[in-house]
């Protein structure tokens, strides 16, 4: 967040993040130098009602999926739609995420399905565990496991290779909104919770790692890890701030902010860049 509109800003005046050395070495993860839009590029129309979730194919930048409440999933590679995904249920999608060929999405019915995109959206296992609806959906280190997030309070970790077995159930006192899983680090998962905190937990066991209570003010409605650097994480909350996070410390090293800024919803998202210098919020 940031920028625009010439008032003043209560937080950091320049949004750009500072570099940090990752403790695996800078040279694991660096990328092209992100290029800050100046102009919109193009406008995409595919849902007849609410996008609920966009999300970058973890092994394929140049997809893009979207879920939708009017129950579909749209699939797109550079702006071009490639497949429409239509799942058997009249409940609206909260979530998606894809990697490869396949596309998960997350249901106020409860659900978490998975479908082979390559395949005209063919479905390819169905989960069942969770007692409300699901509000965010990652696959976790390729495309072998699935982790779900639910409002009844449960984070689960899905085997769905094959038959799509519970391999673990994480609970929670506060409700979940949101979760991020790091690309450099796929045995741990970061949730963002009703209370305002940020959790992370071991996706092996099951087990709480790390709490970080009252990050934000208010809900915490959108977290996103670094894109290579498994020790910071990004958080967003009501409280209208984009905090990063250095997880070694448990302590916020950078917030960010506008007098503009507002954030009006619980599942409200943003983005960091591939480089992990900018945040879109």
């Known amino acids: 967040g940031g920028g625009g509109g010439g008032g003043k800003s ?3 005046d320049d949004v750009e993040l500072p570099g940090r050395e990752s403790a695996m070495g800078r040279g694991s993860f660096m990328r092209a130098e992100t290029v800050v839009p100046s102009s919109l590029r193009s406008v995409l129309r595919p849902h007849s009602t609410e996008i609920t979730q966009v999300a970058a194919c973890q092994s394929n930048p140049d997809v893009t999926v979207t879920s939708s409440s009017d129950t579909t999933c749209k699939v797109f590679n550079r702006g071009s739609l490639t497949a429409t995904i239509t799942t058997p249920t009249t409940q609206p999608l909260t979530c998606c995420d894809a990697v490869d060929d396949l596309v998960v999405t997350g249901c106020v019915d409860k659900s978490v399905r998975v479908y082979r995109a390559a395949r005209g959206g063919k479905p390819k296992v ?3 565990g969770h007692g409300g609806k699901v509000v965010d959906v990652m696959f976790l280190g390729g495309a072998k496991a699935v982790v779900s997030a639910s409002q009844d309070r449960s984070l689960k970790v899905w085997d769905v290779s094959r038959s799509g077995t519970m391999v673990s159930t994480s609970k929670c006192a506060s409700s979940f909104n949101c979760l991020s899983v790091p690309p450099t680090s796929p045995t741990s998962c970061v949730t963002g919770h009703a209370d305002g905190g940020v959790r992370v937990w071991d996706t092996k066991t099951g087990s709480l790692a790390l709490d970080l209570p009252g990050l934000h003010s208010g809900h915490v409605t959108c977290v996103r890890c670094h894109p290579g650097d498994a020790s910071v994480v990004f958080s967003m909350g009501k409280d209208n701030v984009v905090r990063a996070v250095d997880l070694r410390v448990c302590k916020a090293f950078k917030s960010l902010g506008h007098v503009d800024f507002r954030v009006g ?17």
Not at 270 to 278: E, H, I, L, M, T
């Open 10 to 12: 209560d937080y950091a």
């Open 126 to 128: 169905q989960l069942q």
């Open 265 to 281: 919803m619980n599942w409200a998202g943003f983005a960091v860049s591939p480089d992990g210098r900018y945040a879109a919020a």
